[in-house]
C-alpha cells in the first residue's frame, strides 16, 4: 500500500484505486462529522496565562500587557470558552481583526465582535464611517445631554483590544458604552479586560496615548466599581529565540521585555550601500525565494517618498522576476486580495497587526530622528522600530546603510553578539557606534524641503482638519449625488494573472483614464499621461472599444514613472487592460465634458504648479499638479478668468480632496495675481462643489498655513497632569448625561 502511495506521486493513480480512495476518504470526512475532533487545528489549548486572565475576569478587571504575537485573539476566545453562561463584546480597532476574530469566535453563541465604529453605530442608532462622523455624533451627544442607550444585549464581559491606541474621541465612546451597557443590566457594570502593548502606540497624528492602557484603572475605575489586576502576556509564539534577543540586548537595552521558546535562525544584518540596487537584489533574491514571496515583506517608515526602495522594488521585479504589492499610497490599507502570493511593500502602519516568514526593514537608523521622530526621545527605541522589528514569523532582516549611523539606542556590540552581520561595502572595521543619545527634541513647526500638496493632509486629525475647512471656506455643493444606480461603477481591482490568483488595484488608474478621455477628445493630446503626439498620432485605436484599455495602460505606465515603481507594470505586461467598459467610459467622459462644455473654454490637463512658501521661519517647496484649468476668455484687456477643476473618481468626496483643490487654486492665482473659481467634481457619482473662499486670496494662504501646522507641528506628549485632567472631564461629562436615573 505504501508504494502504491509512493508511486501515485510520480504517476495518476488507476481509476479503480482513485475510486475506492475517494469513497474511503468520504466514508471518513463524514464519519468525522459524528465523531469529537481530535485535529490539533481545531483543538484550543490556552496557555497557562491566557487561562488565567480567564479565571481572573470571572469577578475583577484586568489590564494585560499583550507582547507582539503573545495570543491577544487566544486569550478572547480563551475567555469566551470559560464563561459560556456569560455574555462577551469584545472590542477592537482594525476592521480586518474583527473579521478574523469574529471567524475564530463564531463558535462561541455567547461571544460578540465588534470594530469602534461598529460598536459606536449599534449605541448611536447610526453608521458611523470615520473618526469625523463619530466626532460629530458624539458632540451632539453632549449638546443634547442625553446618554445613548444600548439596546441590544448587554455584556457581561467587555475587552478593549489594542488599547494603547485610544485617543480622546474613543475614551469619550467608551465611557459612554460602559455606563450604557450597566443601565442595560439594570445597573450591574461590566467587567472590563484591556489588552495592549503600550510598545505599539503609533497614532500620536490622531492623538493616541499609550497611557490610556497602563493608567486604564485609573482612567476606567470610575465606571466600574471591580479592582484592577494587571498581567502580562510575555510569551511571542510569533517571533524566534534569536529575534527575541536582538530585540530585547541590541534595541531595548537587556530589558528582558519579550520571551519565546520558538526556534528560528538569528536576525541578519546587511551592512550594505542602499543605492546599490544590483547587488542588494542579488543577496534578497535567495532569501526571499526560499520564503516564497506571498510570506515576504520589506518595510519601511515611508514608501512613496523616493529613494533607493524604487530601484531595489525594481530590480527584485525586473531581473529577479519576484511578484511583488505596492501600496498607491502611504496610508491606505493593504488590500488582501492584492497582496496575495506575492512580495509585499509597506510602510510600518500599514503592517501593523499582520506578520510574515521573512521580514526585510530598512530606514531603521539615525536618519529616523531626523525628521518622522524629531520629536520623539533618541535613547529609548521609537514604537515604530519596535512594530517593524517583531513582524517577523522566522527570517528578520535590517538593511543597514552604511553612510548612516545606528539608532542612538542601539548596542553595536550586542548587535554583533544577537545578528549575523553581512559586510557588502568591503570595509575592514566593524559598525561604528552610534552617536550619545540625548539631542533636544524638536518641537514646534518644522516644514520639510518640499511638499507635495496631496502629502499635505496626511495624518491629520479628521476632526481638527474638518475645523479649517469650515473657518476659511465656503462649500457649496451645486449638484448632488446620482442615485446608485445612476453612479458609474468600475472595478478598482482586476485579476492580472488568473493562474496565480494575482490582482492589481487599479482605482488611481481608473481616474488617470478617465481625464485623459476628455483631454484626447477637446484637444487631440494626452498631456496629463506624458504621452508622445507620435505615439497617439501612430497607435492610437480606431476603434472606439478599444480606446479604454489603451488609455489605462499608458495610465499605468504614468503612474510607474510618477512614484518610481514597476512591479504592476511588469506584472501586467500581457494584461489586456480591458476592466473598463467602453460604455461607462465614455458616460464618464460626457459626463465631465458636459461640465466643461463651453467651446470657448481653454483647456489645460495636469498643469504643474510649484512655488515657495513660507510660515513664520520655515520654508518649503509646495509642488503639485492640477488635474484641469479652464480658462474662458473675458473681453477686458483680454486676460482669461480661470477654474481650476479638481477631478476624482471616488466613493465619497472628503475634506482632504477640497484642500487639494484650493492649494492648486492659491497656486494659480499667485502666478496670475487672479484667483480663480475652485470647482471639485467626483465623475462617479455627479457630486459638484463650488469652493470659495470666505476671505479672497489671503483666506486660501490661511488655509494652507493652517493645514501645514496641523501635519507638521509637533507638540510632544501632553503632560500627566493635563492629560489625567482631561480624562476625568470626559469621565465627568459622560456620568451627567441623563440617564443615572436609570441605573440601580
Request: aromatic share 6%; proline share 6%; hydrophobic share 35%.
Amino acid at each position: 500500500m505504501i508504494r502504491l502511495w509512493l508511486s501515485a506521486k510520480r504517476r495518476p493513480l488507476p481509476i479503480r484505486l482513485f475510486l475506492i480512495l475517494k469513497t474511503l476518504r468520504h466514508f471518513t470526512e463524514c464519519r468525522q462529522l459524528l465523531l469529537p475532533s481530535t485535529s490539533n487545528k481545531s483543538a484550543f489549548v490556552p496557555s497557562a496565562q491566557q487561562l488565567k486572565i480567564a479565571k481572573l475576569c470571572a469577578d475583577q478587571n484586568i489590564v494585560v500587557s499583550a507582547r507582539p504575537g503573545s495570543g491577544k485573539t487566544a486569550t478572547i476566545e480563551a475567555i469566551a470558552a470559560a464563561h459560556p453562561d456569560k455574555q462577551i463584546g469584545s472590542i477592537l480597532f482594525s476592521k480586518r481583526l474583527q473579521i478574523e476574530t469574529f471567524g475564530r469566535l463564531k463558535k462561541y453563541h455567547n461571544s460578540h465582535v465588534f470594530t469602534f465604529h461598529g460598536m459606536a453605530g449599534k449605541l448611536l442608532k447610526r453608521v458611523v464611517p470615520s473618526d469625523e462622523e463619530l466626532i460629530r455624533l458624539l458632540r451632539k451627544v453632549e449638546r443634547d445631554g442625553k446618554l445613548p442607550v444600548w439596546t441590544s444585549t448587554p455584556f457581561d464581559i467587555i475587552v478593549l483590544d489594542e488599547f494603547q491606541d485610544c485617543n480622546p474621541e474613543t475614551f469619550w465612546l467608551v465611557a459612554c458604552f460602559l455606563r450604557s451597557n450597566s443601565i442595560a443590566k439594570e445597573g450591574q457594570p461590566a467587567r472590563i479586560v484591556v489588552l495592549g502593548d503600550e510598545r505599539q502606540s503609533l497614532y500620536r497624528f490622531r492623538n493616541a496615548d499609550s497611557r490610556y492602557l497602563t493608567m486604564a484603572p485609573q482612567l476606567l475605575g470610575p465606571t466600574s466599581p471591580y479592582p484592577f489586576t494587571e498581567v502580562q502576556l510575555g510569551k511571542s509564539f510569533r517571533l524566534p529565540m534569536p529575534t527575541v534577543q536582538f530585540i530585547n540586548h541590541a534595541w531595548l537595552g537587556g530589558e528582558q521585555y519579550i520571551s519565546s521558546s520558538k526556534r528560528g535562525p538569528k536576525p541578519i544584518v546587511l551592512r550594505c550601500d542602499l543605492w546599490d540596487s544590483n547587488a542588494l537584489a542579488e543577496k534578497l533574491s535567495h532569501l526571499i525565494n526560499r520564503y516564497g514571496p506571498q510570506n515576504s515583506v520589506i518595510i519601511a517608515p515611508s514608501i512613496r517618498t523616493k529613494g533607493p526602495l524604487q530601484g531595489l522594488t525594481n530590480r527584485l521585479a525586473e531581473v529577479y522576476r519576484i511578484p511583488i504589492s505596492v501600496p498607491t499610497n502611504d496610508d491606505a490599507p493593504l488590500d488582501d486580495q492584492v497582496i496575495h502570493g506575492k512580495m509585499c511593500i509597506s510602510t510600518i502602519h500599514q503592517f501593523k497587526g499582520r506578520e510574515r516568514e521573512l521580514v526585510i526593514l530598512l530606514g531603521m537608523d539615525s536618519t529616523y530622528f531626523k525628521f518622522l521622530g524629531r520629536d520623539q526621545p533618541d535613547d529609548t527605541c521609537p514604537n515604530e522600530a519596535f512594530v517593524a522589528l517583531t513582524r517577523a514569523l522566522n527570517q528578520l532582516v535590517l538593511l543597514h546603510h552604511d553612510k548612516n549611523s545606528m539608532m542612538p539606542c542601539v548596542s553595536v556590540d550586542a548587535l554583533y553578539d544577537t545578528a549575523e552581520v553581512i559586510n557588502m561595502t568591503g570595509r575592514k572595521t566593524e559598525i561604528p557606534p552610534p552617536g550619545l543619545p540625548g539631542r533636544p527634541l524638536q518641537l514646534g513647526l518644522l516644514l520639510p524641503q518640499t511638499c507635495g500638496v496631496r502629502d499635505m493632509t496626511r495624518y491629520i486629525q479628521g476632526d481638527a482638519l474638518d475645523r479649517v475647512v469650515r473657518r476659511c471656506l465656503h462649500v457649496k455643493r451645486t449638484s448632488p449625488r446620482l442615485p446608485g444606480r445612476e453612479r458609474i461603477n468600475i472595478q478598482n481591482v482586476v485579476a492580472s494573472d488568473t493562474q496565480k490568483g494575482f490582482f492589481e488595484s487599479v482605482s488611481d488608474i481608473n481616474g488617470l483614464a478617465i481625464a485623459a478621455s476628455l483631454e484626447l477628445e477637446t484637444s487631440g493630446t494626452l498631456k496629463s499621461l506624458d504621452v508622445d503626439q507620435k505615439e497617439i498620432n501612430k497607435n492610437m485605436p480606431i476603434v472606439p472599444q478599444q480606446l479604454a484599455p489603451w488609455l489605462c495602460r499608458h495610465a499605468c505606465e504614468y503612474e510607474a514613472n510618477l512614484s518610481g515603481y514597476r512591479p504592476r507594470v511588469i506584472q501586467m505586461e500581457h494584461h489586456k487592460f480591458d476592466w473598463i467598459r467602453h460604455e461607462d467610459l465614455e458616460l464618464a467622459r460626457r459626463r465631465l465634458g458636459n461640465e466643461l462644455a463651453d467651446p470657448a473654454t481653454s483647456l489645460e490637463f495636469e498643469v504643474e504648479m510649484s512655488q515657495r512658501f513660507k510660515v513664520g521661519r520655515e520654508t518649503t517647496d509646495l509642488l503639485g499638479r492640477a488635474d484641469i484649468v479652464a480658462s474662458y476668455p473675458v473681453k477686458n484687456e483680454g486676460t482669461s478668468d480661470k477654474t481650476i477643476w479638481e477631478i476624482k473618481f471616488v466613493s465619497e468626496l472628503t475634506n482632504e480632496h477640497i484642500v487639494q483643490a484650493c492649494v492648486y487654486a492659491y497656486l494659480s492665482g499667485s502666478k496670475s495675481g487672479e484667483l480663480p473659481r475652485i470647482i471639485l467634481y467626483n465623475v462617479r457619482d455627479g457630486d459638484k462643489r463650488e469652493i470659495t473662499p470666505r476671505h479672497g486670496r489671503p483666506g486660501l494662504r490661511k488655509l494652507i498655513i493652517d493645514v501645514l501646522r496641523l501635519r507638521y507641528t509637533a507638540a510632544g506628549e501632553v503632560s500627566y497632569e493635563e492629560f489625567i485632567e482631561r480624562c476625568t472631564e470626559t469621565t465627568q461629562k459622560v456620568m451627567r448625561l441623563s440617564g443615572s436615573e436609570d441605573e440601580g
